[in-house]
């Protein structure tokens, strides 16, 4: 049902990008601080945009899943460690984790 619901709604989505894109024929100048651009239609300006907001959130999500993918190593290794440290600390079978409580 989910399935259903959004791809009705991607594609009234994109109906309405392609009306947008009929209506809006007329080009446009943008003017900033003394600068302008060529004349461009109002829906490729929208389309550059999206499709470069989808970039730079592209590359935000590649640093921070190589950060995550970083911290699981680290925390991996942690895990290694302290399992070895428990397998010499056994003493009968079971594992001491206070050296001290052993007296």
Partial sequence: MFKFIKSVFLTLLFIAGITFSMENTE???LHYMGYETPPIHLYLLILLSVFFGVLLAGI???????????????????????????RTNQD???????PEENG
Avoid at 60 to 84: C, H, P, T, W, Y
Avoid at 92 to 98: H, P
């Fill in 60 to 86: 935000g999500f590649m640093i921070d899943q190589r950060s995550l993918k970083k911290a699981v190593r680290s925390k991996n290794q942690e895990i290694q460690s302290l399992e070895r440290e428990a």
């Fill in 92 to 98: 009968g079978g079971r594992a001491v984790l206070n």
């Fill in 27 to 29: 080009p446009l100048v």
